[in-house]
Antibody
Framework: QLQLQESGPGLVKPSETLSLTCTVS??????????WGWIRQPPGKGLEWIGS???????YYNPSLKSRVTISVDTSKNQFSLKLSSVTAADTAVYYC??????????????WGQGTMVTVSS | DIQMTQSPSSLSASVGDRVTITCRAS??????LNWYQQKPGKAPKLLIY???SLQSGVPSRFSGSGSGTDFTLTISSLQPEDFATYYC?????????FGPGTKVDIK
């Protein structure tokens, strides 16, 4: 059974870089039908897609965050990572990693990590 | 970007009620519409994909319909475990966007 687990600091100072890692277990990150993504949710608010990556390293990002976001993949560790630079209080949120499945008729985030709360504060 | 709206933003219902939630896209997205359920403190869970296909393991009281710009999620008989927030999400564009959510709580 595939599982995703986020890890990283829960507190980041303003103007610094938020760094999170998602570890995939129970399956390979290199499967051809899947992309891997980051989605966040500010406290009491809705979901915002941040960006996604394919195991080959191909990425695509939310245009509103693109200038500050880098997503990378390490297939040897079965992990992918998020870096968000120049953070402000507006970046305080629960950050989820998720698998995006792309098959005929199915293009959705079908497996999610439990989420990790990141607070931006000095 | 494709904007997603949902109505209502919240609703109160009783166990056994039929519940309908509407999602609208700012442009046609064919059937590239997914529905998620989120309970407090938990990650979202995929319920419906491609507008009307039930994800494996999801109870049959959940159903989805629609195409183009207008979509509906229906819970035929609300159960205690269904009280949650529901989000729609378009996958027509790889600039994925979610609706603002509909909170279903107990009347």
């Amino acid at each position: 059974q595939l599982q995703l687990q986020e890890s990283g600091p829960g507190l980041v100072k303003p103007s610094e870089t938020l760094s999170l890692t998602c570890t995939v277990s129970g399956g390979s990150i290199s499967s051809s039908s899947y992309y891997w993504g980051w989605i966040r949710q500010p406290p009491g608010k809705g979901l915002e897609w941040i960006g996604s990556i394919y195991y080959s390293g191909s990425t695509y990002y939310n245009p509103s965050l693109k200038s500050r976001v880098t997503i990378s993949v390490d297939t040897s560790k079965n992990q992918f990572s998020l870096k968000l630079s120049s953070v402000t209080a507006a970046d305080t949120a629960v950050y989820y990693c998720a698998r995006r499945v792309t098959m005929v008729q199915l293009d959705a985030f079908d497996i999610w990590g439990q989420g990790t709360m990141v607070t931006v504060s000095s | 970007d494709i904007q997603m709206t949902q109505s209502p933003s919240s609703l109160s219902a009783s166990v056994g009620d039929r519940v309908t939630i509407t999602c609208r896209a700012s442009q046609s997205i064919s059937s590239y519409l997914n529905w998620y359920q989120q309970k407090p403190g938990k990650a979202p869970k995929l319920l419906i994909y491609a507008a009307s296909s039930l994800q494996s393991g999801v109870p049959s009281r959940f159903s989805g319909s629609g195409s183009g710009t207008d979509f509906t999620l229906t819970i035929s008989s609300l159960q205690p475990e269904d009280f949650a927030t529901y989000y729609c999400q378009q996958s027509y564009s790889t600039r994925f966007t979610f609706g603002p959510g509909t909170k279903v709580d107990i009347k």
